[in-house]
């Protein structure tokens, strides 16, 4: 299994452990937004995989929303004031 | 920064750690939180929406260019390494990129592996983590630990993108309505 053949995508996941990947999943529901609320339920896998997903898509969706609102704000608002109030916020 | 899980050294801790030395897993995800980070998140972003306002004013797909910009100036402040960061600087390099066909087959993403987690095997769980690699950067074809890992980072830095906009958003609409700036802006809660 040492052959770079293999090396793209299976080798490094062969030696994976059920305790690894249980590791990475409770890692993953520690960073979702109700982490807090069912960090001691046992939440299956496929659970946390679908609020991530879902968790990740409302962020995108949130970014793009920002980027309409940016897009239009940097069209009217007056450069140096902003810039002058940014840098302003960015030093206290 | 101390790494999160340096409890339990197991024998299979240490060698995951070995294999992340080839940076398979980059910072971890309380860096994205600190305000050091989000500071220089907004004045690398700012300075990358002047360019963008310079360059496009009239650009009907302005918001897709900022949304671009974002996400270029984050994956910079990943400083390579993750996955999701480098793919999104290789995929601004080189923009019409085709699609490429899955190169040695499908099969390979379900053949059984010695040893491997009996959870991977499940066809809801392998559905849904393709699902998630198709959500982070440049994860389509990645391994389902490796998509786990990436996703592990990139959702930290997305929260971070995604307040640093909002705060920006919020100066700029209240510099334009022309308030008193140092109250507004001291009392805005990083939250």
């Known amino acids: 299994m040492s052959s770079r053949r293999s090396r793209s995508r299976q080798s490094s996941s062969s030696r994976i452990t059920d305790e690894q990947i249980n590791d990475l999943v409770s890692k993953l529901q520690a960073l979702l937004p109700e982490a807090g609320i069912r960090s001691n339920e046992r939440v299956s896998a496929a659970s946390v995989l679908q609020d991530t ?40 | 920064m101390a790494i999160s899980n ?23 995800p309380s860096k994205w939180r600190t305000v050091s980070e989000r500071t220089l998140y907004s004045s690398k972003l700012l300075e ?14 302005r918001s897709r260019a900022v949304r ?17 960061s480098r793919a999104i600087l290789s995929s601004r390099a080189l923009k019409l990129k085709p699609r490429k066909r899955r190169p040695a087959g499908p099969a390979r993403s379900k053949k059984p592996l010695a040893g491997a987690a009996e959870m991977k095997r499940s066809p809801v769980l392998q559905r849904k983590a393709r699902v998630l690699g198709r959500l982070v950067p440049g994860c389509r074809k990645l391994s389902f630990p490796t998509i786990l890992e990436e996703a ?5 830095a ?8 909002s705060a920006l958003a919020a100066m700029l609409s209240s510099s334009g309505a022309g308030a008193p700036l140092s109250d507004r802006l001291g009392s805005s809660q990083p939250f």
Do not use: F
Request: proline share 5%; net charge positive; with cysteine.
């Open chain 2, 48 to 61: 990358a929406l002047r360019r963008v306002r310079g360059t496009a004013p009239a650009d009907p797909p």
């Open chain 2, 152 to 156: 592990s980072d990139y959702i930290p």
């Open chain 1, 53 to 92: 997903c879902n968790y990740i898509r409302s962020l995108h969706q949130e970014a793009n929303d920002l980027s309409e609102r940016l897009s239009e704000l940097l069209a009217t608002t007056d450069a140096s004031s902003a810039q002058a109030a940014i840098i302003r916020s960015l030093l206290m």
């Open chain 2, 158 to 165: 997305l929260e971070m993108q995604v307040r640093v906009m």
């Open chain 2, 68 to 84: 671009e910009a974002a996400d270029r100036v984050l994956a910079v402040a990943a400083r390579g390494r993750t996955r999701w």
């Open chain 2, 6 to 28: 340096s409890e339990g050294d197991s024998a299979a801790k240490e060698r995951e750690r070995k294999r992340k030395r080839s940076a398979e897993v980059g910072p971890s």
